[in-house]
């Protein structure tokens, strides 16, 4: 079913921005080129990030920090190995991405660490950023609750990632 | 300021790890090897960032998001009530919550800052409302119809079915989302102003 999402979303918006004589080819070449310059200005981030987190990996850091780690997440039953971007995915964004890609690519991006990685990314923001960006332009200097519900958000996702991974893909 | 922390911080981990067990050739050869594995993350990603932004460029003009605002107006009154009386402020909130939805993050910032700006409290500028919370919830949680750059990493590791984390993705977003908010009513309840 998921199969036919993708195509069927692409050819829908096509034929629904036809319907309202808009130049559908020009709007996805102009958004494409503001895609291409998003991505330019984040490269230099994810080559220090990566780099970062490549020698994390090979320093040994990150299987010393999952051992910690396994404790608290085997009682939750999340896999230790996602110790780290756990840890780095509420502060940011192209550095979760790098610790992401980094795990699928270490243990297969079929496997069961590589695909709770893959949900992890995927169904969770960088939630210090979001706060920091809404309530620095709006003048907002007590956040109250705000960070703890956040992270509640953020922990439950985490969760809910392992549970419906192994759910989906046992 | 604080990813030059981070950043600081990674390192001094990673090199004092290193030397504990022995691993200082391996921590050597990361470091030219992390930054190639950059280089190749942004092309791997870039095929996808371009197709999605384009597509995503299409939705805000076909009217996929105006629907979808339509769709959300029952939900909206009922978690931001605010919105009952103010017109602009339910434009911005769904324009931010569709635009998040649709993966479109650049549209999504403003709409968001700017919803947040009107559910400010007169009388106490300074604090964070108790919609304000939830409107940063619903966005921390990024419940997200197709995570394109996710998908473009497993195509890049040789994944043939990078679609097939959808349900879970979908399922997981619902319920962080679901357990945020639940979060911030009751914390909302307890916790008051000053």
């Known amino acids: 079913m998921t199969d036919y999402l993708v195509p069927i979303l692409l050819l829908g918006i096509c034929c629904a921005a036809l319907r309202k004589k808009e130049n559908a080819y020009d709007l996805l070449l102009t958004g494409g080129a503001d895609g291409l310059k998003l991505l330019v200005s984040i490269i230099p981030a994810l080559v220090m990030l990566l780099t970062a987190v490549t020698m994390l990996r090979a320093s040994g850091a990150v299987t010393l920090l999952s051992h910690f780690a396994a404790p608290l997440f085997d009682f939750f039953g999340i896999p230790p190995e996602t110790a780290i971007l756990v840890l780095i995915r509420p502060i940011s964004g192209s550095a979760a991405l790098a610790v992401g890609t980094e795990l699928m690519a270490t243990y297969g991006v079929d496997s069961q660490i590589g695909r709770t990685a893959a949900v992890m990314l995927g169904s969770t923001e960088t939630t210090f950023y979001t706060i920091s960006v809404y309530f620095g332009a709006a003048g907002i200097h007590k956040t109250r609750y705000t960070l703890l519900a956040a992270l509640m958000a953020d922990c439950t996702g985490f969760f809910m990632a392992t549970l419906t991974t192994r759910l989906f893909f046992a | ?194």
């Open chain 2, 1 to 194: 300021m604080v990813m030059s922390w981070v950043f600081a911080g990674i390192l001094s981990i990673s090199l004092l790890s290193a030397m504990y067990l022995g691993n200082g050739s391996a921590l050597a050869a990361a470091v030219p090897k992390g930054a190639q594995a950059g280089i190749t993350l942004a092309i791997s990603l870039a095929g996808s960032i371009c197709l999605w932004s384009g597509a995503g460029k299409l939705m805000e003009h076909c009217g996929l998001t105006h629907f979808l605002s339509k769709l959300l107006r029952p939900l909206l009154h009922r978690v931001f009530p605010d919105t009952k009386k103010d017109p602009l402020l339910a434009s911005a909130l769904s324009g931010n919550i569709c635009a998040n939805f649709l993966g479109l993050g650049n549209a999504a910032t403003p709409m968001g800052i700017q919803a947040t700006k009107r559910l400010t409290d007169p009388k106490h500028p300074n604090f964070a409302t108790d919609q304000m919370c939830r409107l940063i919830v619903l966005n921390t949680a990024s419940i997200q119809l197709i995570p394109s750059n996710v998908a473009a990493v497993r195509v890049s590791l040789g994944c043939t079915t990078p679609f097939d984390i959808l349900p879970a993705v979908w399922l997981t977003s619902l319920s962080a989302a679901a357990i945020g908010l639940l979060g911030a009513f009751l914390l909302g309840k307890v916790w008051r102003h000053d």
